[in-house]
């Protein structure tokens, strides 16, 4: 910490120290900013420029595309690790030994049993509810069935909290497609891994054995574990701050699904394919809807292009949109809104609006084409996101808990009526 940040006003000068991360990233520590300064705040609507905390978990470089969780590059993990193993690296800081894995995986299966009368509560819902609604508010109600398990303050419940949301919420996604489908739910094996149990609890059907198409197996582990975090997005802080307060993490990640249901968030997967269908529709004029992306009239945005933070491509487009390609061939799928979107990607790409402001095909583009060729409905693509995304939440979750956080507040500047008197309402 040897530089300083200076701010100068009405002739006073202020100092406030410097911070350089791992990688060279400068902040300014404005923590006494309010004080010293007898009440100046910043503003900074979207937090665009606004650290909420340290974090020891993902580095993200937008200029350069780079994506590494602890250290390790995400083309690694997604080609070397398999998902759980990834979500043990996320949310203890190393990647485990055998025998820690083999805990770690033998606690989840432990808990992968749901409470029966769960079923109540789904039979609550309309068959045509949003999977995403019926899953944050079955992992709210987990407070409910686990009360113990909502102690912030003991590491152990803790440890149980994130093994039993890890084991549970695979099985709530998949009762909420249930409940789409009317069809019967399923009951986790133990006998299988992660990725594939939960593959076969969306998919089993008791009239039908059901096989592991290994191809699918493949491309799925390989997304959920480009999904897996991705530091202080929407959904993430959305988990942080509600943590702040020392709500439970199934209240905490309840929040954060809400969250990433939003379309410009993870709800972008669904939304990418909507509009892909939308072009081929209309006629497949590509140039059409770029210019209507473009007109500041026109509310249409190109969905799946442009990062808060990525102002180069998204590494994990890079990724996915190697293995879009791969899973169509292997699978035998020919779908037109792949060349639609790489027609779209193209003009894009070149064209001057994208290319001033930085907008390349962000992490959502690809994604729903390859969820469409594995068989899962549209509804279901932001539940996908969410699984993948849960050892995110957990980790963000868990060290905002270690670091002891303050709750997260924050400052406003009043811009409303002044102070004025009460009139009653015979005189207004
Ligand atoms: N289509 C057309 N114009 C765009 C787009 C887009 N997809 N994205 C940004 N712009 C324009 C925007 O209009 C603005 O133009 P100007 O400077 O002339 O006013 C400029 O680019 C900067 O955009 P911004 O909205 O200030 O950028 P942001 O960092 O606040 O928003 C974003 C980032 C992801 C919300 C936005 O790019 C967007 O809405 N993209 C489409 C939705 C999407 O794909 N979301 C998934 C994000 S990645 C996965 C995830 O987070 O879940």
């Not at 780079?66 to 993990?77: S, T, V």
């Not at 695979?170 to 299988?192: M, Q, R």
């Not at 594995?374 to 905002?400: D, H, S």
Request: proline share 5%; glycine share 8%.
């Amino acid at each position: 910490m040897s530089e300083i940040g200076v701010f100068e006003f009405k002739g006073k000068r202020y100092e406030f120290p410097v911070e350089i991360g791992t990688e060279n990233e400068i902040s300014i520590d404005i923590k006494t900013l309010r004080g010293t300064t007898g009440g100046i705040i910043t503003m900074d609507p979207g937090f665009k420029n606004t650290g909420s905390c340290k974090s020891e978990i993902t580095f993200l470089d937008g200029e350069k595309g780079i994506l590494r969780h602890r250290g390790y590059a995400i083309e690694d993990l997604t080609k070397k690790a398999s998902f759980l193993e990834v979500a043990y690296l996320i949310i203890f800081g190393e990647l485990p030994t055998k025998e820690q894995f083999a805990k770690f995986e033998g606690d989840i299966k432990k808990k992968s049993l749901l409470n029966e009368e769960i079923k109540d509560i789904l039979d609550g819902f309309p068959r045509s509810a949003h999977p995403m609604g019926v899953v944050s508010s079955l992992t709210g109600a987990l407070t409910a069935f686990h009360p113990k398990y909502t102690d912030v303050h003991s590491e152990e419940e803790i440890y149980n909290a994130i093994t039993n949301i890890l084991g549970k919420f695979p099985v709530i996604a998949a009762w909420a497609h249930a409940k789409n489908e009317g069809t019967p739910f399923n009951y986790a094996d133990n006998s299988l891994g992660y990725v594939e149990n939960m593959l076969m609890m969306m998919y089993k059907i008791p009239t039908t054995k059901y096989k592991t198409n290994p191809v699918v197996l493949k491309a799925m582990e390989e997304l959920l574990i480009l999904h897996q975090d991705h530091e202080q997005n929407c959904s993430t802080s959305t988990v942080r701050l509600v943590g702040s307060s020392h709500a439970s993490l199934f209240a905490s990640v309840s929040a954060g699904i809400s969250a990433l249901w939003g379309p410009l968030h993870g709800g972008a997967n669904k939304a990418v394919i909507e509009m892909l269908e939308e072009i081929i529709e209309d006629g497949g004029d590509v140039e059409k809807f770029i210019n209507k992306a473009k007109d500041k009239k026109d509310p249409f945005r190109l969905m799946g292009f442009g990062h808060r933070v990525y102002k180069n491509f998204d590494p994990r487009a890079l990724i996915i949109k190697e293995s879009a390609d791969a899973v169509l061939a292997d699978l035998g799928v020919t779908d037109p809104t792949l060349k639609v979107a790489k027609h779209l990607e193209e003009v894009a790409l070149s064209d001057p609006y994208f290319v001033d402001r930085k907008l390349f095909p962000n992490v959502d583009f690809y994604s729903g084409i390859i969820y469409r060729a594995l068989g899962i409905p549209v509804e279901m693509f932001t539940v996908m996101f969410a699984i993948g995304r849960l050892p995110g939440w957990i980790a963000q979750w868990k060290e905002m808990r270690k670091n002891n956080e303050p709750i997260g507040r924050p400052r406003q500047l009043y811009m409303g009526a002044p102070k004025r008197d009460f009139k009653e309402v015979s005189e207004r």
